[in-house]
């Protein structure tokens, strides 16, 4: 139990365009889902908390007009790197929450963005 | 800003040997977990401690939380090449779900 999804794995792209990454909880639903970056041998910095039917909270320096989060179901929430740059190339995960009472959160595979 | 400092950053080690990894903070956490990650692929939870002073154990993995909850650490015995991997402390951010994610250490054990 517990599967997070994203889609796609891998994305290559061109400057100035957007790219959609989709996040799915796979066998719960999911009140809260989060995305996180993560650069070359680095750890995983936060960007925003998603709340389902909400606006998105996103942490101190991650730009939200250019980092568009949608959560429009218990299952399904999207990242959309808009106008991207050369310097948005980074590994993009997210996970979501799988109890309302719970601190444990459940990591989807990744989504390699290459931005040419 | 609350920072989770994982030390070492990395470790190399021959297959038998026993490490300890170490999360430090100066905040405290409502809970702390700790992740295996592979080179591209997601963290993969091992464990969640909420209590101070709590042990748990995963079969050669044993975790602690620090009686304040403001640290923890990871002992594996006998270490093998299949726990080479990206090691993660996170820790909740009082009143909220959001994690911090400790710096990492990245083990290399070699057979």
């Known amino acids: 139990g517990a599967v997070v999804s994203q889609h796609p794995s891998w994305v290559i792209c061109k400057s100035g365009t957007s790219v959609k990454i989709e996040c799915r909880s796979l066998d719960f639903q999911a009140t809260t889902m989060f995305w996180y970056r993560q650069f070359p041998k680095q750890s995983l910095m936060l960007m925003a908390t998603?709340?389902?039917?909400?606006?998105?909270?996103?942490e101190q320096g991650v730009e939200k007009d250019k980092f568009l989060i949608n959560h429009a179901s218990l299952t399904l929430s999207t990242l959309t790197v808009t106008s991207a740059h050369p310097e948005d190339s980074s590994f993009y995960i997210c996970?979501?929450?799988?109890?309302?009472?719970?601190?444990?959160?459940?990591f989807g595979p990744g989504t390699r963005l290459t931005v040419t | 800003t609350q920072l989770l400092e994982q030390s070492p950053q990395f470790l190399s080690i021959q297959e038998g040997e026993n490490l300890t990894v170490y999360c430090n903070s100066s905040s405290v956490f409502s809970s702390l977990q700790w992740y295996r990650q592979e080179p591209g692929e997601g963290p993969v939870l091992l464990v969640t401690?909420?209590?101070?002073?709590e042990v748990k154990k995963l079969k050669r993995l044993t975790f602690q939380f620090g009686d304040a909850r403001k640290d923890s650490s990871l002992h594996i015995t006998a270490a093998q090449p299949g726990d080479t991997g990206l090691y993660l402390c996170a820790g909740v951010v009082s009143g909220t779900y959001k994690y911090i994610f400790g710096t990492g250490t990245r083990l290399k054990v070699l057979a």
């Open positions: 996970s979501a929450r799988a109890k309302l009472a719970s601190y444990e959160q459940y």
């Open positions: 401690v909420v209590t101070g002073g």
């Open positions: 998603s709340n389902e039917g909400s606006k998105a909270t996103y």
